[in-house]
């Protein structure tokens, strides 16, 4: 196995840590910036979650460089980054910080494009990940991120940053979704 997917593999490892962080209560006390309280527990969650999506851009960037892309990378890194976004999401409902429909919306289109990736690889094709993806994986993780630290600087001046990211990540995820199936519909059309 090589090392960019190895870097891949470390981030599915974290998803857990994340969870882990993010719902398990410590008594590590917590701080309050512009009226919104985020514990230590959280910030921990958070900390991890943002090493765990540098390295989804860092696994990409060593594979290029050292042209070691292979079919399981270009499989496995979209996967991880689904488990990540899906289980911080989920968190999240779990929490009261987003409303489920929020993470129904997105956790059905990764399942739906996943499903896609699927029947494609029965085709002999795989469908690596777009630009339009990753620009809604970035949007997904910066959301995240600001929710996770309740909405952290931006709530001493009254901004909503985390929701418009959120709101922002919604749409990026539609539009990248429609992208998906729109320029691979062929393979829809040779197994329907």
């Given at each position: ?110 399942f739906a494009v996943t499903g896609l990736r699927l029947v494609a690889s029965l ?70």
């Amino acid at each position: 196995m090589n090392l960019a997917n190895r870097i891949t593999f470390v981030r599915i490892f974290l998803v857990p840590v994340v969870m882990f962080f993010l719902l398990v209560r410590f008594d590590f006390g917590h701080f309050t910036i512009g009226g919104r309280t985020t514990t230590v527990t959280e910030l921990v969650a958070t900390l991890v979650f943002i090493v765990a999506a540098v390295t989804d851009g860092l696994d990409g960037y060593i594979a290029r460089k050292r042209k070691i892309i292979t079919n399981f990378g270009k499989f496995l890194d979209p996967l991880a980054d689904k488990l990540l976004i899906m289980v911080v999401l989920i968190s999240l409902v779990q929490m009261a910080r987003i409303q489920a429909w929020v993470a129904i919306v997105i956790i059905s289109r990764e399942f739906a494009v996943t499903g896609l990736r699927l029947v494609a690889s029965l085709e002999g094709t795989v469908l690596a990940a777009t630009k339009l993806a990753k620009v809604k994986t970035a949007c997904q993780i910066v959301a995240m991120i600001s929710i996770m630290l309740n909405n952290l600087p931006f709530s001493v001046i009254g901004f909503p940053f985390d929701e418009l990211m959120l709101y922002l990540a919604v749409i990026v995820t539609l539009v990248s979704g429609a992208d998906y199936f729109i320029k691979n519909k062929h393979v829809i059309e040779l197994n329907s």
